[in-house]
């Protein structure tokens, strides 16, 4: 009996790609289960409730402040730490709504959307051998920059319906190895929202191993049973906390690409020393608007929780009455269903029939865990409810005929 030959070992690239679960065994990249079910929803002219994405555009002072920044001739390089508008609004954002002084000239950092700030935070702080605790499900690039930046990663069960990580997992997976702690609150796909014994656990871990806690922060004003509460203005969390937003989903500008960050003075510097090396900068006349949005009146974001909580009730009851069994989300865009009920034990094949069956998309939680865990949540699917409310009835009333399938 011979021995196998030695497998030669994965480019860089090909790291990246393998964290990300894209690739295949013939070591090619395969296409994310986002494009190829957009692709078929464009095909097929199925309902897309897969990619998450308003169909509305946001408040008008948000999208006029960008076309008079144009006119007014804001289309060139802004400062590499962001334009002063937008971190001083950041500031304020943060001081009004959790109490958070940041210093806007030192504390805050303007990135090309959550993506790059994450992505600028984790080449900045971990290197190869370095462990990332996520919990699990996780949104997708979190497993490919980690990768990427040479980490190993460890994640932390989230189990369908209530999502409750189970806090001897948590003490098992963060050790004086762990470099960093990523926590996405409130969290994509499921839709949960930190609970205070775990949000303390989390900092507790984090001291005691001298880990850093990154947040990712998105939906932060899209909860819809209570207001956010940002693990940085827990007691014992700001000086090791980086802190990561965007105005992507709060005002709908999903395409603009305007995140940012904000931490203590070292921790910006040492993640601006990565960033300018990625984008530099972007999106100069978004920057003034999305300052604008900030600035909105409380109104407006309590209006924008409003209006979502009520689209994801009228699409989680849709797809109860479709037979699915539903985790109904406290935030965000999105609601998980397990079509186990309805005897489709495979999400990812489901998904890929979907269009046909019901002229529906929707993608698998399978896409946002790790490929040796797929099969843990094999019959789960995410479906998007940032739509206006008559698409998701129509999907509504189509996913209905699964039942009778």
Known sequence: MTDSPAQPPLAPWQRTAAGAGLLGADGRIA??????????????????????????????????????????????????????????????????????????????????????????????????????????????????????????????????????????????????????????????????????????????????????????????????????????????????????????????????????LTARPELVAAVLAVKQYLTYVNGAPFQPAIAAGLDLPDAYFTGAATSLAHRAELLADGLEAAGFAVSRPRAGYFVVADAGPLGYPDAEALCRRLPDLAGVVGIPVSAFVRPAHRREVGSLVRFAFCKHEDVLREASARLAALARA
């Open 31 to 260: 296409a994310t289960v986002f494009a190829e079910m957009s692709a078929l929803a464009q095909r097929t002219g199925a309902i897309n409730l897969g990619q998450g994405f308003p169909d509305e555009d946001g408040p008008a002072v948000v999208l006029d402040s960008a076309i008079e920044a144009i006119r007014a001739g804001t289309n060139q390089y802004p400062p590499g730490i962001g334009m002063p508008v937008l971190r001083e609004a950041i500031a304020r954002h943060q001081q009004h709504w959790y109490g958070i002084e940041v210093d806007p000239d030192r504390e805050v950092l303007v990135t090309a959307g959550a993506t790059e700030a994450l992505a600028a935070t984790l080449l900045a702080f971990v290197d190869a051998g370095d462990e990332v605790v996520t919990f699990e499900p996780f949104y997708d690039a979190y497993a490919a920059v980690i990768a990427r930046a040479g980490g190993v990663h460890r994640t932390v069960p989230l189990r369908f319906p209530n999502w409750r990580p189970d806090h001897d997992e948590l003490r098992s997976a963060v050790t004086d190895r762990t470099r960093v702690i990523l926590v996405n609150d409130p969290h994509n796909p499921t839709g949960a929202v930190l609970d205070d014994a775990t949000a303390e656990l989390l900092i507790e871990l984090a001291e005691r191993h001298d880990a850093l806690l990154v947040t990712d922060e998105v939906y932060e004003h899209l909860r819809f049973d209570g207001a956010h509460r940002p693990l940085a203005s827990r007691p014992g969390a700001r000086a090791r906390t980086i802190t990561i937003s965007s105005g992507g989903k709060t005002f709908s500008t999903t395409g603009w690409k305007i995140g940012w």
